[in-house]
């Protein structure tokens, strides 16, 4: 037996601003969407690098405002890269705790992504 990463599942509730905020702003590369017909709502896979998250406009996936550790490297070039595009509506902060680095920001719908990067045993 083998089990793997979890894949959060996030609600959303409009594509433009889903696709403005995880692709845009955080650089999230689409891999696939999923609509049972066309006018139903979607369901999709977005990933950048080993990080994958699945956004939904289903009812009952998922729940807004949950937060989702998300763990990193690189999170001062990250939130650097982040700043340098003076998004109106997030310019993160990261913040030291005794075993690494926090960098949180919250969705257009209430999600809490918090990045995370552990100290090394040698900083």
């Known amino acids: 037996m083998h089990l793997d990463h979890p894949i959060p599942i996030l609600r959303i509730f409009s594509i433009p601003l889903a696709e403005s905020f995880y692709l845009d702003f955080l650089g999230f590369e689409k ?16 990933a950048r690098d080993n990080l994958v998250l699945h956004l939904s406009e289903h009812y ?23 700043i340098a595009q003076r998004a109106s509506f997030a310019r993160p902060g990261v913040e030291k705790a005794s075993w690494g680095f926090t960098m949180d920001i919250t969705d257009p719908f209430g999600n809490h992504l918090r990045f995370c990067e552990r100290r090394h045993e040698h900083s």
Not at 64 to 77: C, D, K, Q, R, T
């Open 31 to 46: 891999r696939w969407e999923h609509r049972f017909e066309p006018d139903l709502p979607l369901y999709t896979e977005i």
């Open 60 to 82: 009952g996936d998922g729940t807004p405002g949950s937060a989702v550790f998300l763990p990193m490297e690189g999170i001062h070039e990250f939130q650097q890269t982040l």
